[in-house]
């Protein structure tokens, strides 16, 4: 197989227990380069239990994790990271009260000078954040203000920035768009297009058809531990991805309950 | 009218005027300047008469500042890591305590002595540092139980060792003179309108703490450990996340404050010359207080050394120009109480002025 082939990540037959309880059955699912993966699935389907083994929060105790191919074991999440896997967790691990630039590049900050004369390059760090954020579409006015100061939604995209300038091949963005408004959301996923066109991988998780639907290129729906299957665009309408997140019984049992309480109601 | 033509400003200049008011919000001493020299104009107005405008009197206050000031650098940075240290009084005492104990008692050579009680502090640093990261529990609770070891262990070794509670002597050890110069010596400038001709001592101490600001306020604003020390006061568990160094930056900033203790400690025994086993008690309340003032969150995360060095000089202007107005100094710690509230309450205002949404 040569490597564009071969899908960047890969999980086969994973599965996790928690005591007694089954979070993930036997779950398959592959990533390829430049492609924009949505995992659905309704609360306690197991998609932060999926996301997290991805991630390296914890092994899986079923199944296979392959990286380009090549079986991998992550200890740490700082481990996964190392190998170009980021994880931008919904409560964004940013410090509201630290600036842009100091968030954007805690950890990892240039700097000039040697030994003790060694210090914070901040005039090239607020440049560089002021031109990630210019890609996007962000006009900061001043990368020394707080991130507090920051929409939902260009919070969500800075930390998606964050990820994509330090190298991530593989981006798993975990709930990006679940607290944010409609148009804040639009930022966050006209971004998430952004990161695909440059090539990277992105799992987009999500309990919202609705923001799934446009930017998603294959779309993984899980329910209650388990895979219902990948599909295409063209496999899946927007109402079957409702009808198999959900179950289409269920549905139609609220439907015809909801019926009857008009009617007694009336 | 012309007036629709006068007050046509350009929007891009209101917009500059707009996000400048922005900037200096944003600055967490702000707050502590403007309240620095507010209190030192109370002074003037109430008791300039009686002396309190006047080198004599500033040196008084400088110097008081200059020794809560040293403390308070190390404790910004400490609490802009998001942990508090109480133990830092009582490094004082034991500091102290060693130096006079060891030049006095067994006649040490002073400036071996000064090293063993540096040791001893940054000991004392490292293993404060070293259970909190360990334990996992609040620093507050650590550092409340050191300092109540540290102060009980120099009262009863000293009485062990010398049947007393105080040392005095130093100022007769070999070594003092070249030692004083750096701990405790002082300029004297006289002052050319002053009656009396009396000169006002500034001791060096002044130099110590301006020093060790400037220090203190490069490193955090622009160095990497800088950096790491608002992001593990912010939020440990992210900073640990981006490969942030969270455990060995807290014991390092445990053994900076420790060793501004043995610095004051120093000083304190060098310019007294002798030692008491009491030196420093309240010392650790009066630096958080005075770094609470210079605009640093108590939760971390946020402050500014500078802002420490202001609240500092507060405090300091405040002890001291007490005495001047003639009010009974008993009254100090009202001040000192009613002014930690004010501070924290306009330090929140600001904070929330500087974070707000758009």
Same mark, same amino acid.
């Given at each position: 197989?040569?490597?564009?082939?071969?899908?960047?990540?890969?999980?086969?037959?994973?599965?996790?227990?928690?005591?007694?309880?089954?979070?993930?059955?036997?779950?398959?699912?592959?990533?390829?380069?430049?492609?924009?993966?949505?995992?659905?699935?309704?609360?306690?389907?197991?998609?932060?239990?999926?996301?997290?083994?991805?991630?390296?929060?914890?092994?899986?105790?079923?199944?296979?994790?392959?990286?380009?191919?090549?079986?991998?074991?992550?200890?740490?999440?700082?481990?996964?990271?190392?190998?170009?896997?980021?994880?931008?967790?919904?409560?964004?691990?940013?410090?509201?009260?630290?600036?842009?630039?100091?968030?954007?590049?805690?950890?990892?900050?240039?700097?000039?000078?040697?030994?003790?004369?060694?210090?914070?390059?901040?005039?090239?760090?607020?440049?560089?954040?002021?031109?990630?954020?210019?890609?996007?579409?962000?006009?900061?006015?001043?990368?020394?203000?707080?991130?507090?100061?920051?929409?939902?939604?260009?919070?969500?995209?800075?930390?998606?920035?964050?990820?994509?300038?330090?190298?991530?091949?593989?981006?798993?963005?975990?709930?990006?768009?679940?607290?944010?408004?409609?148009?804040?959301?639009?930022?966050?996923?006209?971004?998430?297009?952004?990161?695909?066109?440059?090539?990277?991988?992105?799992?987009?998780?999500?309990?919202?058809?609705?923001?799934?639907?446009?930017?998603?290129?294959?779309?993984?729906?899980?329910?209650?531990?388990?895979?219902?299957?990948?599909?295409?665009?063209?496999?899946?309408?927007?109402?079957?991805?409702?009808?198999?997140?959900?179950?289409?019984?269920?549905?139609?049992?609220?439907?015809?309950?909801?019926?009857?309480?008009?009617?007694?109601?009336? | 009218?012309?007036?629709?033509?006068?007050?046509?400003?350009?929007?891009?200049?209101?917009?500059?005027?707009?996000?400048?008011?922005?900037?200096?919000?944003?600055?967490?001493?702000?707050?502590?300047?403007?309240?620095?020299?507010?209190?030192?104009?109370?002074?003037?107005?109430?008791?300039?008469?009686?002396?309190?405008?006047?080198?004599? /009197?500033?040196?008084?206050? !400088?110097? *008081?500042?200059?020794?809560? =000031? &040293? @403390?308070? +650098?190390?404790?910004? $940075?400490?609490?802009?890591?998001?942990?508090?240290?109480?133990?830092?009084?009582?490094?004082?005492?034991?500091?102290?305590?060693?130096?006079?104990?060891?030049?006095?008692?067994?006649?040490?050579?002073?400036?071996?002595?000064?090293?063993? /009680?540096?040791?001893?502090? !940054?000991? *004392?640093?490292?293993?404060? =540092? &070293? @259970?909190? +990261?360990?334990?996992? $529990?609040?620093?507050?609770?650590?550092?409340?139980?050191?300092?109540?070891?540290?102060?009980?262990?120099?009262?009863?070794?000293?009485?062990?060792?010398?049947?007393?509670?105080?040392?005095?002597?130093?100022?007769?050890?070999?070594?003092?003179?070249?030692?004083?110069?750096?701990?405790?010596?002082?300029?004297?400038?006289?002052?050319?309108?002053?009656?009396?001709?009396?000169?006002?001592?500034?001791?060096?101490?002044?130099?110590?703490?301006?020093?060790?600001?400037?220090?203190?306020?490069?490193?955090?604003?622009?160095?990497?450990?800088?950096?790491?020390?608002?992001?593990?006061?912010?939020?440990?568990?992210?900073?640990?996340?981006?490969?942030?160094?969270?455990?060995?930056?807290?014991?390092?900033?445990?053994?900076?404050?420790?060793?501004?203790?043995?610095?004051?400690?120093?000083?304190?025994?060098?310019?007294?010359?002798?030692?008491?086993?009491?030196?420093?008690?309240?010392?650790?309340?009066?630096?958080?207080?005075?770094?609470?003032?210079?605009?640093?969150?108590?939760?971390?995360?946020?402050?500014?050394?500078?802002?420490?060095?202001?609240?500092?000089?507060?405090?300091?202007?405040?002890?001291?120009?007490?005495?001047?107005?003639?009010?009974?100094?008993?009254?100090?710690?009202?001040?000192?109480?009613?002014?930690?509230?004010?501070?924290?309450?306009?330090?929140?205002?600001?904070?929330?002025?500087?974070?707000?949404?758009?």
């Amino acid at each position: 197989m040569s490597a564009e082939q071969t899908p960047i990540l890969e999980v086969r037959n994973v599965s996790k227990y928690f005591g007694g309880v089954v979070a993930l059955k036997e779950v398959s699912m592959d990533l390829r380069r430049g492609e924009v993966m949505c995992l659905l699935g309704d609360n306690g389907a197991g998609k932060s239990t999926l996301i997290k083994i991805l991630s390296g929060v914890y092994p899986p105790d079923e199944g296979e994790y392959l990286l380009e191919g090549k079986p991998v074991h992550f200890t740490s999440p700082r481990d996964a990271l190392e190998r170009g896997i980021a994880t931008v967790y919904q409560d964004l691990a940013m410090i509201p009260l630290m600036s842009i630039t100091r968030n954007f590049f805690l950890g990892s900050e240039p700097t000039r000078g040697r030994s003790i004369f060694k210090r914070f390059d901040i005039r090239r760090a607020d440049a560089i954040v002021r031109q990630e954020l210019h890609k996007i579409g962000i006009d900061i006015r001043d990368p020394a203000q707080p991130v507090g100061t920051l929409s939902g939604g260009e919070r969500q995209s800075v930390a998606i920035a964050r990820a994509v300038y330090f190298g991530a091949k593989v981006l798993i963005l975990d709930e990006p768009t679940s607290a944010l408004g409609v148009k804040q959301a639009g930022i966050v996923l006209r971004y998430v297009a952004q990161a695909r066109a440059r090539g990277v991988a992105v799992i987009f998780i999500t309990h919202n058809p609705q923001h799934a639907y446009p930017i998603g290129d294959r779309f993984t729906i899980l329910k209650r531990g388990r895979s219902l299957g990948t599909f295409t665009k063209a496999e899946l309408s927007r109402n079957d991805m409702i009808q198999m997140m959900s179950g289409g019984e269920e549905l139609e049992e609220l439907e015809r309950e909801l019926h009857e309480f008009r009617l007694q109601g009336g | 009218m012309s007036v629709e033509v006068k007050t046509g400003t350009p929007l891009d200049e209101r917009l500059l005027q707009e996000s400048l008011v922005r900037k200096l919000f944003r600055r967490p001493e702000l707050g502590a300047i403007s309240g620095a020299a507010l209190v030192w104009v109370l002074f003037a107005l109430v008791a300039g008469d009686r002396g309190f405008v006047s080198l004599r /009197a500033t040196a008084n206050f !400088l110097e *008081v500042a200059s020794e809560l =000031g &040293i @403390l308070a +650098v190390a404790v910004a $940075l400490l609490m802009i890591g998001g942990e508090f240290d109480l133990s830092i009084g009582s490094i004082i005492g034991g500091a102290g305590m060693t130096i006079a104990i060891l030049s006095v008692e067994y006649q040490w050579n002073l400036w071996a002595a000064i090293g063993v /009680a540096l040791l001893f502090s !940054l000991v *004392v640093g490292a293993i404060n =540092g &070293i @259970l909190v +990261v360990r334990t996992k $529990l609040p620093s507050f609770i650590i550092t409340l139980g050191s300092l109540f070891i540290i102060r009980g262990m120099t009262i009863g070794l000293t009485r062990l060792i010398t049947g007393r509670t105080q040392v005095g002597g130093i100022k007769a050890t070999t070594a003092y003179d070249s030692a004083s110069k750096f701990f405790a010596s002082s300029f004297e400038i006289t002052d050319p309108a002053s009656t009396r001709g009396l000169p006002a001592e500034f001791p060096v101490s002044i130099v110590w703490w301006l020093v060790l600001a400037a220090i203190g306020t490069y490193v955090l604003l622009r160095t990497r450990p800088g950096n790491w020390i608002f992001g593990i006061g912010g939020d440990a568990n992210a900073a640990r996340n981006v490969g942030v160094p969270v455990s060995r930056m807290k014991a390092i900033l445990f053994m900076v404050t420790a060793t501004s203790a043995w610095l004051v400690g120093t000083i304190q025994v060098l310019s007294a010359g002798g030692a008491d086993t009491l030196r420093g008690e309240q010392r650790e309340f009066y630096a958080i207080i005075a770094v609470v003032i210079g605009g640093t969150l108590l939760t971390g995360g946020y402050g500014s050394v500078l802002g420490a060095v202001f609240g500092a000089l507060t405090v300091g202007m405040v002890q001291q120009g007490i005495i001047y107005t003639g009010v009974d100094s008993d009254w100090f710690k009202v001040f000192l109480g009613a002014m930690l509230i004010v501070a924290v309450l306009v330090n929140n205002y600001i904070r929330r002025r500087a974070a707000e949404a758009r």
